[in-house]
């Protein structure tokens, strides 16, 4: 069997899902699982009506819940030329009578926990899923019987063993040749049965979670650009498609800001073996990259991705840094306060590390300080060079360097793996130092 999942902008309208029903189409002799996320922004907008009726305001939360409704009505009467059958009407009657209830909930109590969000979140892949799962004629699965995850609602560990269970149970039985099984990317759910969400984005991981669980042939990505690109393309927008990428460059792109891949997606897939394509949905005929075990793409460097805002914090302790033990205790008071570090970069008397903007600084600074001064530098971003010979490459750090000019790099990090050269610059000049860097490194590498 394959998984084929797509993104809000492959289903954002009507015309959009046809062309999804046409893929899905093609696929049937392979067994498909489809795979979906909610249409186009439904997201953000369910993320917008919770946030109002949290903030007390009913009418805007309601207002929200009818424009949303309407776009769903909308595509479901023209993919059905009008004639929506009743049982999806009333499907969607129930689910957008759910969301006004939960919206209400929220209001009255001016209250929005992360488990609220999750619930009133879960709409929108269960809306657009009844919609398509209709229009083809599929069978529809609640992601929530397979999908177990752990309770942090907003941000939920999938548990791959029961996954594995649940899928054989739930989802295997109804796959076969010639049709077409449709499940929601995103969401999941507790051992209780309380819904939960894998974080924004995380359709991609879903998807690669039930191909794992599934041993899938292949989990086909299919989203809005050609593949995985050799930089944002929305920054860079000479930016090329890749052919190939190792599971390694592949996954180091999404954890440092390649929005194209969830960041958790390929650890499933490496761990089955299975083959990730990513394709255009619009072409589906054009070129594509597949990421998998085989590849060796034996390329200095493959793409630069960026990820901002993060803050540097500079630890110094001329008193113990040079002492055994110093490293065990900074790193000791981050795990503790469960800060996770992304890049680290040690001198002398000070080491210098990146962490989330978001991270509540006050309690970190003060069980640091009980043993060293702590400079703070916010409004800054990494960006990363990923590729299999960054460092037996001689010259590319110089070269590195000089595209940037007078672009100030504060930080440098290069893993061991040789696969990933991480460079901090202000936020503010991420996108121009991605441009240089593309012109001179990019420019003939595919
Ligand atoms: P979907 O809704 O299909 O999940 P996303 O918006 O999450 O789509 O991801 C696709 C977008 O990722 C592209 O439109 C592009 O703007 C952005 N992107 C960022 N970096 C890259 C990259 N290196 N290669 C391709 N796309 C990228
Ligand atoms: N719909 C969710 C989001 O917008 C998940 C996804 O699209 O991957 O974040
Ligand atoms: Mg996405």
């Known amino acids: 069997m394959i998984v084929l999942k797509f993104g809000g902008s492959s289903v954002a309208d009507a015309a959009c899902m046809r062309q999804v029903a046409r893929l899905a189409e093609a696929a049937l002799p392979h067994a498909p699982l489809v795979v979906l996320s909610a249409m186009g922004k439904t997201t953000n907008g369910l993320f917008d009506a919770a ?6 305001d009913l009418a805007e939360a309601m207002s929200r819940q009818r424009a949303l409704m309407a776009a769903h009505r909308k595509a479901a009467e023209e993919l059905f030329d009008g004639a929506v059958p009743e049982s999806l009407d009333v499907a969607l009657t129930d689910l957008f009578g759910e969301l006004e209830l939960l919206l209400r909930g929220v209001a009255m109590l001016r209250e929005l926990s992360a488990r609220s969000m999750d619930a009133i979140a879960s709409l929108g892949e269960r809306l657009s899923t009844r919609i398509f799962a209709a229009f083809v004629g599929g069978a529809w699965v609640d992601a929530r019987t397979v999908l177990r995850t ?4 907003g941000e939920a560990a999938p548990q791959q063993a029961a996954i594995h269970s649940l899928a054989e149970m739930h ?9 077409v099984v449709v499940t929601q990317g995103y969401i999941g759910a507790t051992e209780d049965g309380l819904t939960t969400t894998l974080g924004r984005g995380g359709s991609d991981y879903s998807a690669a979670l039930f191909g794992a669980a599934l041993g899938a042939e292949e989990v086909q990505i299919w989203t809005d650009v050609e593949g995985v690109l050799t930089c944002d393309p929305r920054i860079v927008p000479e930016a090329l498609p890749i052919p190939d990428l190792s599971f390694a460059e592949a996954a180091e792109l999404a954890a440092f800001g390649a929005k194209v891949l969830h960041p958790a997606t390929i650890q499933p897939a490496v761990e089955a073996g299975i083959p990730v394509t990513v394709r255009h949905t619009q072409k589906p005929e054009g070129r594509f990259t597949t990421i998998s075990a085989e590849v060796r793409s034996g390329r200095p460097i493959t793409a630069l991705a960026s990820r901002g805002p993060v803050t540097v914090l500079t630890v110094s302790s001329t008193r113990m ?3 055994s033990g110093f490293l065990a205790r900074l790193f000791e008071v981050f795990g503790r306060r469960g800060v996770s570090v992304d890049l680290v970069a040690t001198a002398e008397v000070s080491v210098s590390l990146t962490v989330e903007a978001d991270v509540p600084l006050k309690p970190l600074l003060q069980d640091l300080s009980a043993f060293a001064t702590v400079e703070i530098h916010e409004g800054r971003a990494i960006i990363a060079a990923v590729g299999e010979r960054l460092k037996s490459t001689p010259g590319l750090g110089a070269r590195l360097l000089t595209a940037l000019g007078d672009i100030n790099v504060e930080m440098i990090s290069m893993g061991a793996n040789e696969i990933n050269l991480s460079l901090v610059v ?10 240089r860097l ?3 490194l990019m420019g003939s590498a595919l």
Do not use: C, D, I
């Open 438 to 440: 593309h012109q001179v």
């Open 171 to 179: 989802l295997k039985p109804q796959l076969a040749p010639g049709r």
């Open 426 to 435: 202000k936020e503010e000049r991420t996108a121009e130092a991605l441009r």
């Open 51 to 56: 946030k109002a009726a949290e903030a007390g």
């Open 321 to 323: 840094l040079a002492q």
């Open 150 to 153: 752990n309770e942090v609602f």
